[in-house]
């Protein structure tokens, strides 16, 4: 357990590995999503975890003339996430209150996700939310757009974006372990999920 505090990010799945593995290979520059944005406001955190675990692996290309043929690589290794060929810097001045506000970027994102971050108002429960309208989310993640509202919920466990987050999940597994008379099998599937967020390869 102790190997895993020399980890800097969670590992990514082996789809993800092996995909960008392909972009490497064929001398494509890139980087996903999950590599490149940190939570500044750790109160935060679940609210912006739950809205970004759907494009935590987005691979965003350095240079747009590789579309076509990462395009074709993502086709054959039937990627299932976007591959966005131009990415943008994220604005140095976001919109107070914003859930982009608590988010730091090191690297390009895609304009798209940008826009909505900005979009949607940070509020501290669902009362402030239905008061106020519009796109927002709480600190527990419950978030509300145009077609209604749901938690967004996702177990510290599960926590993948900023160098915090494999803490999180190391000390989540711990707690699982140490809370329960759990069974052998139990105790193996959790020290399992342990090894592997060590041993994963982190490409």
């Known amino acids: 357990m102790d190997a895993l505090s020399g980890q800097r ?39 912006a975890e739950g809205f970004l675990r759907p494009s935590r692996w987005v691979v965003v290309l350095a240079h747009s003339s590789d579309e076509s ?4 690589l993502a086709s054959r290794e039937r990627y299932r996430h976007y591959v966005v060929a131009d990415g943008e810097q994220a604005p140095a001045v976001s919109p107070k209150d914003s859930l982009l506000s608590v988010l730091k970027f090191n690297a390009k994102a895609p304009g798209w996700l ?15 939310g239905a008061r106020a309208g519009g796109e927002w989310i709480t600190p527990d993640a ?9 938690s967004l919920w996702v177990e510290p466990r599960e926590y993948q974006f900023g160098v915090s987050a494999l803490d999180s999940r190391r000390a989540s597994l711990e707690k699982e372990l ?6 052998e099998e139990k105790k193996n599937e959790l020290l399992e999920r342990l090894r592997v967020l060590t041993t994963t390869d982190m490409a």
């Open 114 to 128: 940008l826009r909505q971050l900005a979009s949607i108002r940070c509020v501290a429960d669902t009362e402030e």
């Open 9 to 47: 990010l969670p590992p990514p799945p082996q789809e993800v590995t092996r995909f960008r593995k392909a972009l490497d290979e064929a001398g494509i520059a890139h980087h996903v999503l999950a590599d490149c944005i940190d939570i500044s406001d750790d109160q935060w955190r679940a609210a």
């Open 142 to 150: 419950y978030y509300r757009d145009g077609r209604g509202g749901r």
């Open 178 to 183: 140490t809370r329960y008379d759990l069974t």
């Open 69 to 72: 043929q990462a395009y074709r």
